[in-house]
């Protein structure tokens, strides 16, 4: 029997793993997650999935584990978690009327192998009152998500269209995540 393990201790990420009705373990990674500011966002993700994934793979060295990392990227600045309420009111309010990219990256350590990829996924938000944003800041929701929103939430009221994948903005491209899973040897 092959062990699943998803190296996030993030809520979403596991419910989607779940949906999937597979059998799995989480186990937090604390890594460090500085980067080079001269990376592309898709370099960024990709790194900071497979420093998860890698830091997990070490002390389970028989399992495939699966590493993800997700930012949101406006106007070329990259949109971390908010620091605070007034951090994620200036967030919200640079998204509001304009489309911004999420990227999201993946990377899968195997007994044999170290797969890296990503996803990017443009949203485009609604024009946003003031009102408004502080009514969805209200819900508590932003706060421990890139770009300050979550699109599976109460987020989704701010989001007028998107092109890309559903589930990368969520956190995790299952998709093509159990695609490259298979191809990597993981018996479903």
């Known amino acids: 029997?092959?062990?699943?393990?998803?190296?996030?201790?993030?809520?979403?990420?596991?419910?989607?793993l779940e949906n999937l009705q597979l059998t799995f373990q989480t186990v937090s990674s604390d890594v460090d997650e500085n980067y080079d500011p001269n990376?592309?966002?898709?370099?960024?993700?990709?790194?900071?999935?497979?420093?998860?994934?890698?830091?997990?793979?070490?002390?389970?060295?028989?399992?495939?584990?699966?590493?993800?990392?997700?930012?949101?990227?406006?106007?070329?600045?990259?949109?971390?978690?908010?620091?605070?309420?007034?951090?994620a009111f200036s967030m919200l309010n640079s998204l509001s009327g304009k489309t911004h990219s999420v990227f999201t990256g993946v990377s899968i350590v195997t007994p044999n192998d170290k797969i890296k990829f990503y996803e990017k996924s443009d949203v485009e938000f609604w024009e946003l009152s003031i009102e408004e944003i502080n009514q969805y800041l209200d819900t508590g929701e932003p706060f421990d998500k890139a770009g300050a929103y979550g699109i599976q939430g109460f987020g989704s009221l701010l989001v007028k269209k998107m092109a890309g994948d559903y589930f990368a903005v969520v956190g995790l491209p299952v998709s093509r995540t159990i695609r490259e899973l298979k191809k990597a040897g993981f018996e479903l």
Request: glycine share 4%.
């Open 39 to 87: 990376w592309s966002p898709d370099e960024i993700v990709m790194e900071l999935a497979y420093r998860k994934a890698q830091a997990v793979a070490l002390k389970y060295p028989s399992s495939f584990v699966i590493g993800s990392d997700t930012i949101v990227v406006n106007d070329g600045v990259i949109l971390g978690k908010p620091q605070n309420r007034e951090d």
């Open 1 to 16: 029997m092959q062990d699943l393990i998803l190296a996030s201790s993030s809520p979403r990420r596991k419910e989607l």
